[in-house]
């Protein structure tokens, strides 16, 4: 394996671990130490690890097949549950994830609007396909619209074809929809970025200027759905885009995504169309696996309980705030960025509003911040804290003990 790992996330030199198990919000590695996760397998295991009535019903399932490629009842009843929560959803098509999902929203729209182009947003991350691993992390940003891939083996042509704008500028996003709206198939956002809060009115200025001009609005809903609630932000915020793109929370830690939209949209994907020139060709030999699928309606059931979001929330503010709370105390220029269910610590003074700002923060500090943390037994993202419904309160008052150290650590070695 390249470098050693699964991908881009690396633990720090001396830290490595490999997994052994996991149950509820702990992490055990093959050495028996047990740590908190604060990953959370990059964020589907919101109900915490193993969870019983996940593992029930994928054993129940398990038993009776693993993959058909054909309808299968899990399936269609994830589908209507889909439907039954986001607002958007009027018809569902699967894919086995969120760059799967992301990347064919896309490509639907392309066909629907008979337009090539689509806008992004600098900083903005919608999986790793090639329109749009476009300025996700670029360390020195070119002028709006230009488009700066962010990996090796991304064609040029495709620059050609993305528009970055600036999140939480309006002003300057309506502008640059007005000039190239005639190009433009979709934009495509996070509604809450990375861990960047929308301004208020951005998402509701975004939702008319597309809709104005007929430009598609595509929220990428992989992190934020049945997340900030159940129906995801568009109902957290309050603005129904065209399309969505689920994955992560969706399938209860199995690989699946989904694109949702009104049937006018979404009848491209029609297999009816086959041959014609407005078909979108859109398969793939795992998706609508049952045992995802399975999986998915459980975790939704168990996110349907009365109560469950305004503890996720609870248990997310006492970590978020309690975090703030210790860079205070220990002097260091820093803000906690985001809502309760995923946040995260930048070293900087500036207000994060948008990527530009995040540049600002001090990269030293925040891998020495995530090398501390783990070393006492906390793990997280590089650059999140995803918070789960199965961290109790002992669970959060081991972490913020653990962030007040690492905090100290922090300011100690940089000074
Ligand atoms: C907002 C967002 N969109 C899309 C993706 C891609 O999803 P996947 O890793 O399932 O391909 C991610 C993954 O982290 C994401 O955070």
């Not at 991350?125 to 002028?143: C, E, I, N, Q």
């Not at 430009?215 to 568009?234: I, P």
């Amino acid at each position: 394996m390249p470098g050693g790992v699964l991908g881009n996330h690396r633990s720090g030199p001396g830290l490595e671990f490999v997994v052994r198990e996991a149950r509820g919000p702990h992490l055990w590695d093959t050495s028996g130490r047990r740590y908190i996760d604060y990953l959370l397998g990059s964020g589907p295991m919101l109900l915490g690890h193993a969870h019983p009535s996940v593992v029930a019903a994928v054993e129940r399932q398990l038993s009776r097949g693993t993959t058909y490629m054909l309808l299968n009842e899990p399936i269609i009843e994830l589908s209507e549950e889909l439907v039954r929560a986001v607002p958007c959803c009027e018809q569902v098509r699967f894919t086995s994830s969120g760059s799967e999902a992301t990347f064919f929203a896309l490509r639907v729209a392309r066909a629907f609007r008979g337009r090539d182009r689509i806008m992004k947003f600098e900083g903005g991350f919608h999986g790793t396909h090639d329109y749009g691993l476009m300025s996700v992390s670029p360390r020195s940003p070119k002028a709006f619209p230009a488009a700066m891939p962010d990996s090796a083996g991304i064609p040029h042509a495709i620059e050609e074809d993305v528009l970055v704008a600036p999140y939480n500028d309006l002003a300057t996003t309506e502008a640059l929809i007005a000039q190239h709206h005639n190009q433009l198939a979709a934009v495509i956002v996070e509604p809450y970025q990375r861990v960047i809060v929308p301004a208020p009115g951005f998402l509701q200025g975004l939702r008319e200027v597309t809709r104005r001009y007929g430009v598609l609005l595509v929220f990428d809903e992989v992190v934020t759905g049945f997340r900030l609630a159940y129906g995801g932000a568009q109902e957290y915020y309050g603005v129904i885009p065209d399309l969505a793109a689920f994955g992560k929370v969706l399938a209860g830690g199995f690989p699946l995504g989904a694109i949702g939209g009104p049937a006018a949209i979404m009848r491209y994907f029609d297999a009816a169309l086959e041959g014609t020139p407005e078909h979108v060709w859109q398969t793939g030999t795992l998706n609508g696996n049952p045992v995802a699928a399975a999986a998915g309606l459980a975790t939704l059931a168990e996110l349907r309980r009365p109560g469950t979001y305004a503890r996720l929330f609870a248990t997310g503010a006492r970590l978020r705030d309690g975090l703030a709370a210790a860079a205070g105390r220990h002097g260091l220029a820093a803000r906690v960025s985001g809502e309760p269910p995923v946040f995260d610590i930048l070293f900087t003074d500036r207000e994060v509003a948008d990527y530009r700002a995040t540049l600002t923060a001090d990269r030293r500090r925040i891998a020495i911040f995530n090398e501390e943390c783990l070393r006492r037994g906390v793990v997280k993202a590089v650059n999140k804290i995803y918070v789960s419904l199965a961290h109790t309160d002992a669970d959060v008052e081991e972490t913020l003990g653990v962030f007040d150290q690492a905090l100290a650590a922090v300011a100690a070695r940089t000074p």
